[in-house]
């Protein structure tokens, strides 16, 4: 009889330590809380009622991750911001359509669960949900040796959020001679990071000596929830756009209804210091364009007699302005001028 013991924690999987972090994910997920919502972390799944106040309620859903910011996080050692860049990513899209953010989950595979990085990922999780007044109900970690590299993980997170009928932005709310406004965003966000690694892999930067990549690169992902929310309520915008892969134009041209066209000014643009960096490093504007935000993190598209209104919504640092309108014409977006790049 072969006496040789196989267990689980042998082949690389430690079930104690994922359920010491379902715990901690359980107590981080309740504070705040005050009267608890949700109550059934670690359970098989989660229940929610639909708010009551809302008429005719759709719900929607997304999903979305961080991409390669991971690889940063990694070369930092700093994992309490990317949490808020996966909420970010799925709320950020909800809004679009109108909806309030209600429940999030997440799921982390990893190669070995680490407690000290997964706590850390999982207090951004939830800082993200609390700037998005939407609740972190569970979520699923898989310790998954022989799949990961040593040290290496990867996030997901989906969010759902509702909207009455009477709220959604539709894309026929869209009509000519509306405007566009820039949000600004926080820096990159969580996208163009293949690029980006590129280019400093190519440069040979250290950017752990760099200390202004290294407070650049891993700056959160602006979450536009509660203002854009606010303007929905006041049914201060016809449609708005997150600015993410793709740029502005591939992300406006999505809701740009048939037989309308967007003109935008990139003369306009504010652009920040980042997106300057790595201009004057050898990415070209077109190559800009439709990898990175550029600077512009969110757009409103806006009645031109609501935009006084709108800017009382926000704070001076993310107060949009305007950088086109909506025209009649067959190109879903016309990119006019240049990005004033300092």
């Not at 700037?131 to 996030?155: H, N, R, W």
């Not at 892999?201 to 690169?217: D, G």
């Not at 203002?227 to 809701?255: F, H, P, Q, W, Y």
């Not at 209104?309 to 879903?332: L, T």
């Amino acid at each position: 009889m072969n006496k040789k013991k196989f267990t689980y924690k042998k082949s690389g999987v430690n079930i104690g330590a994922a359920d010491k972090f379902v715990d901690f994910i359980s107590a981080v997920s309740a504070k705040k809380r005050g009267k608890k919502k949700f109550s059934n972390i670690g359970g098989f799944g989660s229940i929610t009622n639909i708010p009551n106040n809302i008429k005719q309620p759709r719900i929607v859903a997304c999903t979305d991750g961080v991409g390669t910011k991971i690889e940063i996080s990694n070369i930092l050692n700093k994992f309490d911001t990317i949490g808020i860049d996966l909420v970010a990513m799925s709320v950020n899209d909800l809004i679009v359509q109108g909806a309030k953010p209600l429940l999030f989950l997440d799921y982390i595979s990893i190669n070995k669960i680490d407690l000290k990085k997964l706590k850390a990922i999982i207090k951004g999780i939830k800082k993200g949900c609390d700037q998005s007044e939407c609740e972190l109900v569970g979520g699923e970690t898989a310790e998954m040796p022989g799949t990961y590299e040593k040290g290496k993980f990867d996030i997901a997170g989906f969010a759902v959020g509702v909207v009455g009928k009477n709220k959604i932005l539709y894309k026929n709310k869209i009509k000519k001679n509306n405007l566009i406004l820039a949000i600004p965003s926080s820096g990159l966000h969580a996208n163009g990071f293949s690029l980006v690694r590129y280019l400093i892999k190519q440069k040979k930067i250290n950017i752990k000596k760099n200390k202004f990549l290294k407070s650049e690169l891993l700056k959160p992902t602006k979450i536009y929830v509660k203002e854009v929310m606010s303007l929905v309520n006041k049914n201060l915008i016809n449609g708005c756009a997150n600015i993410t892969g793709g740029g502005l134009s591939d992300n406006i041209k999505r809701i740009v209804p048939g037989k309308l066209s967007a003109y935008i000014n990139l003369n306009k643009i504010k652009t920040s210091k980042i997106f300057n960096w790595l201009r004057k490093n050898g990415i070209s504007e077109k190559e800009m364009l439709k990898t990175f935000n550029c600077g512009v993190g969110f757009c409103l598209i806006i009645e031109s007699k609501n935009l006084k209104k709108i800017n009382k919504f926000f704070s001076k640092k993310y107060r949009p302005y305007v950088i086109g309108k909506i025209f009649e014409g067959k190109s879903k977006v016309k990119l006019d001028g240049s990005i004033n790049w300092l």
